[in-house]
Nanobody
Framework: VQLQAFGGGLVQAGGSLRLSCAASGRTVSNDYMGWFRQAPGEEREFVAAISRFANKTYYADSVKGRFTISRTNAKDTVFLQMNSLKPEDTAVYYC?????????????????WGQGTQVTVSS
């Protein structure tokens, strides 16, 4: 599957962005979908994940209450609504798909990755 993430950009602290990730090549309606991010000089970290039927969502403590993950299986798209952005949210954001089991918080359990979209939050 090919995953394309878009919607990143430059925003002031306190602002909002909505990331989208569109899948092509095969349906991801049976996959868990996740968002990860990587800041310069830092390791990739988990941001959020959503189950196949959107009945379960998972968030990193650092974004809980500010970010919301959602999906539309009809369009094989997953979203990440980011509100109250902080400078420490600055990173390249990646979407990922997981067709098999494993730990939703672990990037190693995801099979397919998008190319990433840059999010920069100015103070």
């Amino acid at each position: 599957v090919q995953l394309q993430a878009f919607g990143g950009g430059l925003v002031q602290a306190g602002g909002s962005l909505r990331l989208s990730c569109a899948a092509s090549g095969r349906t991801v309606s049976n996959d868990y979908m996740g968002w990860f991010r990587q800041a310069p000089g830092e390791e990739r970290e988990f941001v959020a994940a959503i189950s196949r039927f959107a009945n379960k969502t998972y968030y990193a403590d650092s974004v809980k209450g500010r970010f919301t993950i959602s999906r539309t299986n009809a369009k094989d798209t997953v979203f990440l609504q980011m509100n109250s952005l902080k400078p420490e949210d600055t990173a390249v954001y990646y979407c990922a798909a997981r067709a098999r089991g494993g730990n939703v918080y672990d990037g190693g359990s995801y099979d397919d990755w998008g190319q990433g979209t840059q999010v920069t939050v100015s103070s």
